[in-house]
């Protein structure tokens, strides 16, 4: 399966999840055929876990903004991170450089002209400061990085 279709969808579902609360069982009934191809457990997993920790993954991203408040983050930054922190903490197969190029990538999709920058920076000050967290839920061979 297209892990980045997968994640693609995730951040959908959890934008439309921000403007219609309802479960995510229900939004994913809702998906039509082409899109739900790509509602996998590993996509499913992916949006549930962001979803139902949201509150904590804000401020989890909090201590990575300067001079910011998480509610002028634009949503789909927002989302982004969430989406990596989650990965970061909760799927231990992915390499974080994956997730980071992953969430860039889908930044230049659907995020302004600075989400880029914004998110490969902040996640990488994430890495960077919480590499024991991260390397202790990472597991198999290669997955714990060079940066890690």
Do not use: C
Request: zero cysteines.
């Amino acid at each position: 399966m297209n892990r980045r279709k997968e994640r693609e969808l995730a951040l959908q579902m959890l934008y439309a999840l921000e403007f219609n609360p309802t479960s995510v069982q229900e939004s994913i009934e809702h998906l039509d055929g082409k899109r739900r191809k790509y509602a996998t457990d590993f996509a499913r997993r992916l949006i549930e876990t962001t979803w139902n920790n949201r509150q904590q993954l804000d401020e989890d991203i909090k201590e990575f903004l300067v001079n910011w408040e998480i509610n002028r983050v634009a949503l789909i930054d927002r989302l982004l991170l969430r989406i990596a922190l989650t990965e970061f903490m909760h799927f231990e197969d992915i390499p974080p450089e994956v997730t980071i190029n992953e969430m860039v990538e889908l930044s230049k999709l659907y995020g302004t002209d600075n989400s880029k920058r914004f998110i490969n920076g902040l996640l990488d000050n994430v890495i960077k400061k919480r590499r024991k967290d991260i390397r202790a839920r990472k597991s198999g061979r290669g997955l714990v990085s060079k940066i890690l």
